[in-house]
DNA sequence: GTCCCTGCAAATCCTTTGCACTCCT
DNA sequence: AGGAGTGCAAAGGATTTGCAGGGAC
């Protein structure tokens, strides 16, 4: 079976198990407790495979890190500039396409971010 | 006065300038044209300050490369992951707050990215 | 003169890649 | 055996930074 290996299946089940976005250091962090031997050359590579197989979504929220994410449903990404985090937020797809209906640009499922300031940061 | 240099009001102007969303390097090269000795360093160093003084924003789309926008006007980015394109898109306040108005996150203005597919990607 | 900013180049840091080896079929 | 995938370490590339020198006031 093509692309096939315990490595990048563990990395998958890590990402289908939690529910944050991690980058590919925490991933190879939680994936060495499965297989202590695991490089994170590997990490990267499996990564970047599952991304361009469409099994997982890559986040880019301009942190310095890509970040990955299991959960394929469509939503946006809530980044706040302020404490990092990132937040999903589940929209109807007829809103964002209603904002977003531009001279044709056609959204692409899930990977959407937004900047600004969470509700934690905007108080203090 | 703080801050002030030939070089930073350089960058500056090139930045007011011009519409598209360019980087560090092409700024760079944009600026030598009048400051032929200016170094990339220095182009980064004001970038950077101009961002924090709040004079210009950065946009981050995931393509290697932080962009620089002297348009400081609410818009959103549509960034198509096939040709690369960064396209502007002036958006209503009320739209997009609709949109994410999702456990007191507030957007900040015009940094917001969407992904997907431009109009002539679409086409291909 | 003082202080801030520059130019230069080295350093940093995330990510990618070359290569020999291993595992699975 | 053959081929795909791995581990390791070095390379790559955008960005940052240390330091000595120069310009603004």
Chains 1, 2 share one sequence.
Request: hydrophobic residues 30%; aromatic residues 8%.
């Amino acid at each position: 079976m093509a692309n096939y290996s315990k490595q990048r299946e563990a990395i998958l089940n890590e990402l289908h198990s939690r529910c944050d976005h991690p980058t590919a250091a925490q991933v190879y962090e939680s994936v060495r407790q499965v297989i202590p031997n695991i490089s994170l050359g590997t990490v990267y590579r499996n990564l970047a495979s599952l991304v361009e197989s469409g099994e997982i979504l890559s986040v880019t929220v301009g942190d310095g890190y890509e970040h990955y994410d299991g959960d394929k449903s469509f939503h946006l990404h809530l980044h706040c500039k302020c404490c990092g985090a990132i937040i999903d937020t589940k929209v109807q797809d007829e809103k964002i396409k209603n904002i977003v209906d531009f001279d044709g640009f056609t959204p692409e499922n899930s990977v959407c971010v937004v900047y600004g300031l969470c509700k934690n940061c905007k108080l203090q």
